[in-house]
């Protein structure tokens, strides 16, 4: 059974200027063990994905679909028992949350409170796990009378990852854990989450824009565009060989794990993502997309087969496997 699924989920966030559809319609799972990237440009979606899940978001986010954890459904979990999933079974590296350490607390206290928290040490047993835990981040163990102003933005990002590991959990949710760093910090910092989940068999979800850093890292790749997932697979397959005309403009925007080039200058995408309380009918690429067909703009796109274990949501795709030809690369330019 997957550890997590995804069964057609979506979140709607209500503003004062109306409905904005953040997600539309998600499914997918994830296995034990497994690794997942989650990939898509500013405002597709991503981190509202990934707070869904734990059900992190404001009281003006409506999520509907299915959102299953170890067989349980998450959306309709009681407080208590949601409290308890958080850490001990899932936790969350936040976007830019090594900025969010507390200054004035020891980052040894800060590690040992979930485990505090949840009852799952008493503080001399949780001193021991900090130290512990600070050498498998690669952190030595006198950090932890550290405050966080006195590390670097490498070291208290791999204190989040620490806090992250406390409880033991199955599944590690990372939303964007390197961008904040400097090429060569993000390199080891990526290194190290490979590591940790690989030893300790925990589940991964990472978020980025960086297409490249997901497929060095996962096994399998989603690409979000707009709210919704219109490429998914095998992350090598569609890093080098993306099916969709959006997924090939990421992969050709950032070439290389890290390259600080082309992260400066990612070339390939040209326009702005859609505006989602004004989102284009049809397919919602189609104003960007430069292998467009007519009836782009008024068709009815969803997910269709594009290879073993392979999704697309393009029409050059629908075309391709409605004739048996397994790739799409060429259809259409
Ligand atoms: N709390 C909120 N209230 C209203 N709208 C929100 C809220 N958070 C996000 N949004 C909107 O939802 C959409 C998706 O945002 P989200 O933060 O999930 O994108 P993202 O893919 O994580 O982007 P980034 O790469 O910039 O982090 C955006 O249009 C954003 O403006
Ligand atoms: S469905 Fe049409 S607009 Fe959308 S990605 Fe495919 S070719 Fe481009
Ligand atoms: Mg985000």
Redesign the pocket.
Known sequence: MSLLELDDVSVT?R?AAGE?P?VRGVSLSLDAGAALGVA?E???????LAMALLRLL?K?ARVGGRILLDGEDVLAMKWGRLRAVRWAAASIVF?GAQHGLNPVRRIGDQIAEPLLVHGLAKPDAARARVAELLEQVGLPAWRARSYPHELSGGQRQRVMIAMALACSPRLIIAD?PTTALDVMVQAQVLTLIKELVAEHGISLIMIS?DLSVLADVCDQLAVMYAGRVVEHGPSGEVFHEARHPYSRALAAAFPTVGDPVSRMAPKGLGGDPPD?MQLPGGCAFHPRCPVALDECASLDVALWPSGPGRTAACVHVKAAESVGVAGAEEEGS
């Open positions: 966030y503003i904005l953040a898509g500013s405002g597709s979606g991503k981190s509202t404001p003006d976007q964007e824009h989602p």
